[in-house]
Structures are given as structure tokens and as C-alpha cells.
């Protein structure tokens, strides 16, 4: 064996036990009880360590492109370091496509991009911006794309599709065997609160959160449940933010369609109170923070498997590309950066404080969106045979988030000085170490492109 991580409490979405684990050609070979395969390149000692599957972020905008130029401040390179040293070993990003032109082209172009650079396994998503090339979907499907990203606001960015296009384009997924995942914002109502905010002159951060209230995304998401129900496509659900969100979520669920959802670290940590003082533009993003009153709906919606999993929309920016506070609302680029601290913020949110079960935890974090997404149980899991991705994680070491000791490339933090128990001292990517007591230590581009499976679990 290459290496065997003994002593450690194994985790996946179904239970929780103590075993060994032995690695080699970056597989799991076995999980026993014992010392039989004891003969080992490396032996790590996991005694009172936790020991996950690797955690899978299906919703990552590593170096963001806008016009064809990087506007984010990481790159594939810096970005999934970074995320490695959270406990992340697999993330889906996005290739956006430029209205007019090829998706299948900008997929190629995007995975360029990555390949050389990524030290952790990744896949893209497809973003389509028209209905155009819809005929490139098999073909994309075919490369391991499956998952196509619409988006119902962004007409000042060409992003968005109209109802009709939004109708064609499930249709056409649907008839792949794909799937579509939704930014849920309703349009016109954004650009008529905006404008009437700014010509009252109202253009501090808070009223980014004025400009879109909480009937912006109820109303998108309405929408496309409807539109995913009379298509019977499955809908994925981004970045839900709303208590209504969650409960159209929990009603179309109890429904005859095929229906999942995610929301994010920041919508269940932070809330309208942090665009307040002179940090506060730091926080903008879109959908914006809400309400305490929403935090407690959405954390209840995780705790009671509504919500599928926490996927963190990183977009990372720099204090200056921000705007260093200087910009009115609408001008500040949108994106905070979370993928190295989700793990740890939601462990110590979630259990530590609304006591799920560990396999719970690994259900939000790895299983469920591996599963969703087809990658399951290559990533995920802890089988047998599958990709040995892991995160050693310390449940009891305690933490104070700060901007130098985490590994992306700003020195601002969201989370800036809160305390967390419960922390990943290792991550392992296919058997090799990573990242090491708070170090990236492995190789920087070992990442691999994944092709995802259309056949996932939710297949009728
Ligand atoms: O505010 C968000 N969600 N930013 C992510 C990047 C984008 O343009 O969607
Ligand atoms: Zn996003």
C-alpha cells in the first residue's frame, strides 16, 4: 500500500465508524479493522481525528471573466490551493457562454484555462446565454457537461434568458438527459428598484439588499419551478437566499417534479446588518444578504434535508476592485470569497450548534452534490475503489478566521476574527497530500478534469 490512515473515525453520508483506511494507485483499497495491511509507504496516525470524504463545491467562479477580461482577483491556480486547504478537492466552475458565440468553443477554451493550472479535481458547467447552438448540447453532454446554467436576471450583462428561451432551453435539456441549475432573480423589478433608489440618491451598500427584496428571487423561482414541472427537466436551484425560496423549494419537492437546491455559508452566517460601515461594500453580492428571520428559515430548510447542500458561490475581489468603498452600490462587482472556510464554518454552525449528525454534515458538504451532479461515487464517498479524496479534520481545534492565515490572494475576510471548532489539518487528493497543519504542501497542478455522468440519482 502507498499509505494508511489508521485510528481516524471514518464519515460518509450513511454512518460514522472507526477503521483504517489503505491507499494506493490513488484509490481506497480497503477499509478494515486491525493491522493486516499495516505494510504502507506512509502511515498517518488519525486517533481522535475525523476523517471525510473530500468536500465537492459545485458552485465556484474561480478567476471570473467579464467581456472576455479576468475581473476576479485568484486564478484556477491560487484559487483551488486555497480551496484544498479548506478540505475542498473538488469543485464545478463555470464556462460562460458569450451570447452569439459557441458554448461548446468556450468550454474548450475555459478548460484550457484550468488544466494546467488546478492542484484539485474540478468539472465545468456550461452557462448558456442564448438559445442558440442548442444543438451542441449532446455534444457537450458527451464531454462530461451535463449541467447548464441559466440565468433569469444580468440583462445589463447579456446574461439572461426570457421566458420563451427559458421554456426551449429546458426542453432541449430535458430531451439530452441533462440538467439546469438557475440564478433565480427576476429582472425588470431589479433594474425599476435600482433606478428609483438611485435617483433618490440612495447608493450605500444596504440598498444593493433594497434593490432586490425578497419578491425578486420568490417570483424567479416560482417561474422556473413551473417551467421545470411542465418540462419535467430536473431544476437545480442556486444560491437560494429566502425563507419563500426554501419553502417553494420544500413544496416542489412534495410535488411531481425533480427538484434540488443549495444555498450558501454566507446566507446563513451573515445578514443585511453586514453592509453596514465602511467595510460593508466588501459584502456585496448577488443575491444579496437577507434577514435574521431568513438565516433561521434556511438553516432550518438544511437541518431538515430540504436544502440538498452548501455550495459557496466564491468569487473572490480584491478591496481596490471593489472599489475600495468609493462606488455607489450598482457599480461594485459582485462575489465574496468562501470556499476555504465553508467546511469549518459549517461544521461548527451545524453540528457544534444545531447538533446534525456528522453524515449529515458529509451529505451537505460531498455526497449530495457529487451525487447530483454525477460524480458520485468516483468523489463522495468513502468506498472502496473510488478516488481516495479525503480531509483529516480535527473536530476540537479551535480557530479566529483571519485574512493572513487563510491562502487566497485578498486580505479581506467576510468572517474576519470569528471563532470556529473544528478544523482540517489534512486534505488528500487521489492519495496524495495536499495541504498539511495549515500549509499547501502538494503538488500545485495534479488537478484532473472530470466528465460527469448524465445518469445521476434523479434520472426518470
Ligand atoms: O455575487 C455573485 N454571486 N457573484 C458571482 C459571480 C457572478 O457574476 O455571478
Ligand atoms: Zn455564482
Known amino acids: 500500500m502507498d499509505l494508511i490512515i489508521k485510528n481516524g473515525t471514518l464519515v460518509d453520508n450513511n454512518g460514522c465508524y472507526q477503521a483504517n483506511l489503505a491507499i494506493a494507485e490513488g484509490k481506497i483499497k480497503a477499509i478494515f479493522l486491525g493491522n493486516k495491511y499495516f505494510q504502507a509507504e506512509q502511515i498517518i496516525d488519525a486517533s481522535k481525528k475525523m476523517v471525510f470524504p473530500g468536500v465537492v463545491d459545485p458552485h465556484v467562479h474561480f478567476q471570473l471573466q467579464d467581456l472576455g477580461r479576468i475581473i476576479s482577483t485568484d486564478t484556477f491556480a491560487s484559487g483551488t490551493q486555497a480551496a484544498a486547504c479548506g478540505g475542498v478537492t473538488t469543485i464545478i466552475d463555470f464556462a460562460d457562454q458569450t451570447r452569439g458565440k459557441s458554448p461548446l468553443k468556450g468550454f474548450y477554451e475555459r478548460k484550457k484555462d484550468a488544466d494546467s493550472q488546478v492542484a484539485i479535481d474540478y468539472s465545468l458547467h456550461v452557462s448558456k446565454t442564448d438559445t442558440e447552438f442548442l444543438d451542441e448540447i449532446p455534444t457537450l453532454i458527451s464531454e462530461g457537461v451535463t449541467s447548464f446554467k441559466f440565468f433569469t436576471t444580468y440583462s445589463w450583462r447579456n446574461l439572461n434568458l426570457n421566458d420563451a428561451e427559458l421554456l426551449k432551453l429546458f426542453k432541449e435539456v430535458k430531451k439530452c438527459r441533462g440538467m439546469v441549475m438557475g440564478h433565480c432573480e427576476n429582472d425588470s423589478m431589479i433594474i425599476n428598484y435600482r433606478n428609483e433608489l438611485i435617483h433618490e440618491g440612495k447608493i450605500d451598500p444596504i440598498f444593493h439588499a433594497y434593490s432586490r427584496p425578497h419578491i425578486v428571487e420568490e417570483e424567479a423561482i416560482q417561474k422556473v419551478l413551473l ?207 495536499l495541504c498539511e497543519d495549515g500549509d499547501f504542501v502538494g503538488p500545485p497542478n495534479e488537478g484532473k478534469f472530470l466528465k460527469r455522468s448524465h445518469k445521476t440519482q434523479f434520472e426518470r
Open 227 to 433: 417551467f421545470a414541472k411542465k418540462t419535467g427537466v430536473h431544476l437545480h436551484i442556486a444560491h437560494i437566499t429566502t425563507k419563500e425560496g426554501s419553502e417553494l423549494l420544500h413544496k416542489a419537492k412534495r410535488q411531481d417534479s425533480i427538484v434540488t437546491g443549495e444555498t450558501c455559508p454566507h446566507y446563513l452566517l451573515l445578514n443585511e446588518g453586514d453592509y453596514k460601515g465602511s467595510e460593508g461594500y466588501l459584502n456585496l453580492m448577488s443575491p444579496p444578504l437577507r434577514h435574521t428571520k431568513d438565516q433561521q428559515a434556511l438553516i432550518n430548510r438544511v437541518t431538515d434535508n430540504t436544502i440538498d447542500f452548501i455550495s459557496t458561490d466564491h468569487c473572490e475581489f480584491s478591496r481596490a476592485s471593489k472599489g475600495n468603498g468609493n462606488l455607489p452600490f450598482h457599480q461594485v462587482l459582485n462575489g465574496i470569497p468562501g470556499i476555504e472556510t465553508s467546511l469549518s464554518l459549517m461544521h461548527d454552525l451545524l453540528i457544534n450548534k444545531y447538533k446534525i449528525t456528522y453524515p449529515h454534515l458529509v451529505t451537505l458538504m460531498s455526497s449530495a452534490p457529487a451525487k447530483i451532479f454525477g460524480l458520485y461515487p468516483q468523489k463522495g464517498s468513502l468506498m472502496v475503489g473510488t478516488d481516495a479524496d479525503l480531509v483529516i479534520f480535527d473536530p476540537l481545534l479551535e480557530k479566529r478566521i483571519r485574512p493572513e492565515t487563510l491562502h487566497y490572494s485578498i486580505d479581506w475576510n467576510p468572517y474576519t476574527d470569528m471563532k470556529v471548532i473544528g478544523w482540517p489539518i489534512m486534505t488528500l487528493l487521489r492519495g496524495h497530500i
